[in-house]
């Protein structure tokens, strides 16, 4: 099985994180509970920073594609750390906001922003909005007008890569909601419209293959692919684009099976095909940003609860039933996806016996982490699963109305609560 290598054990045979004993967290602030290293999650930040100041001549901006941990306090330390933000809803433009991040920093994505979230982000001072279709763009050209400003922007193209993950999380081909394609001169189309706009300004292109993804390859192809185009609408109509957002996706190791590259392998190869892209297509090298979301957070995330009960099915399989599910962690129902787990309160402890990890929800499909290999499990014991810290909080709900766990984030032995775990009063609030 695999652990992380930024976990550890302590005399007690508990699994340590940050310094503090994880069992003792739980003790303290109840289970379910979303533990944070804080320390892993700017290592991370700074070795994707140094990277693109290194491999890129200082010309490159990583934004942190807050989707996956949207929360005040990561926000805040994406804006400690430099970064700059990726948001797509007007809830993470506020947070944004609400962080005191600086609003020219932050890029605007998504395949359908409403009225109010683009003048959300136009009041707000959001930097760039990635524009992802015709109608947008008119919409967004208005609402600039009436604003009495011009707008930066980047359009968000479909390069053609398919890249090796789930299907779900695929977006780089042409069969995707997302962008503009350039096979059918979509892309050209809408940036000749855009030229013609008063209140926009064409600054660059945006593309973004998929999530989870351990090649190097298919963020090298799709670079190539974009910045052909931008050579393209050099010679076509005269325009020379500055910025190539070439998105996130870096894979994380959930599993023993998982083999990603180090983040900076990833940052210099595509860097150095963005530069010598520039001179085959006669172009200018333009700045470069990145999006890294999951492998900034992931790995600095566990999720701790309580097992409640244990039902050994002869033949079958043996259930360890828990106090949360797919309303704090919903990536397996959605995407069977693997996670790692370790009884904390036996950490060391040699595995025996393959369980399920069950959540506590009205749905057969509720699991946390299936056939894992585990020492004997009892009721009792404080499980973490592992490598949580992305796409969970995040895609939380309150299924069965279940309250959201609390979140404390962890660094030097010390631990804070950075989101509160929510009330049966919480869960009332907006009803009427
Ligand atoms: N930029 C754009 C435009 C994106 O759509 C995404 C992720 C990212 C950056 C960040 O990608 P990352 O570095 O985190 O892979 N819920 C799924 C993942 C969905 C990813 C959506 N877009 C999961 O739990 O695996």
Do not use: W
Not at 181 to 203: C, Q
Not at 215 to 244: I, N, Q, S, Y
Not at 336 to 346: I, K, L, R, T, W
Request: glycine share 10%; charged share 25%.
């Amino acid at each position: 099985m695999f652990v992380s290598e930024d976990l550890s054990v302590n005399e007690k045979n508990h699994l340590v994180i940050g310094e503090n004993d994880t069992v003792e967290l739980a003790k303290e602030f109840g289970t379910p509970l979303y533990v944070i290293d804080e320390d892993l999650i700017r290592k991370n930040m700074r070795i994707y920073k140094d990277a693109i100041d290194k491999y890129y001549d200082g010309n490159g901006l990583i934004l942190y594609a807050s989707k996956a941990l949207c929360t005040k306090y990561t926000v805040n330390i994406a804006k400690e750390e430099g970064l700059g933000c990726d948001v797509v809803s007007g809830g993470e433009i506020y947070t944004a906001l609400k962080s005191d991040f600086p609003m020219d920093k932050v890029y605007f994505h998504g395949n359908n922003k409403t009225v109010e979230e683009l003048e959300l982000a136009i009041s707000a001072g959001v930097g760039h909005i990635i524009v992802d279709n015709i109608y947008e763009l008119i919409s967004l050209n208005d609402i600039a007008k009436e604003h009495g400003i011009i707008q930066k922007i980047l359009f968000r193209i479909k390069p053609g890569i398919e890249a090796h993950t789930h299907t779900f999380i695929q977006t780089g081909q042409i069969d995707s909601k997302f962008g503009v394609a350039l096979e059918n001169g979509e892309a050209f189309e809408i940036i000749k419209a855009a030229m013609e706009l008063s209140n926009v300004k064409v600054e660059g292109l945006h593309c973004h293959i998929g999530s989870q993804i351990f090649e190097v390859e298919p963020f090298c192809d799709a670079a190539r692919v974009m910045m052909r185009f931008m050579g393209e609408l050099k010679d076509k109509f005269g325009l020379t684009l500055d910025k190539l957002n070439l998105g996130g996706g870096f894979g994380i190791k959930y599993t023993e099976e998982d083999d990603p590259l180090p983040y900076d392998e990833y940052i210099k190869t595509v860097s150095e095909t963005v530069k010598s892209a520039a001179k085959e297509y006669g172009i200018d090298i333009p700045m470069i940003l990145m999006e890294p979301g999951r492998s900034i957070v992931a790995p600095a995330g566990i999720t701790l609860y309580t097992v409640g009960g244990i039902k050994d099915i002869k033949n079958v399989r043996k259930y360890v039933s828990v106090d949360g599910g797919l309303g704090d962690n919903p990536r397996y129902i959605m995407y069977q996806a693997e996670h790692g787990a370790v009884v904390a309160n036996n950490a060391a402890a040699k595995p025996e016996e393959f369980v399920t990890v069950a959540g506590k929800c009205c749905e057969s499909g509720d699991l946390l982490v299936e056939n894992v290999k585990l020492p004997k499990v009892n009721v009792g014991d404080t499980l973490a699963v592992l490598s949580t810290g992305a796409y969970n909080y995040s895609m939380s709900s309150n299924y069965n109305r279940i309250p959201r766990p609390a979140m404390v984030a962890v660094s030097g032995g010390i631990a804070k609560t950075v989101v509160k775990r929510e009330t049966y009063d919480d869960l009332l609030r907006n009803d009427v």
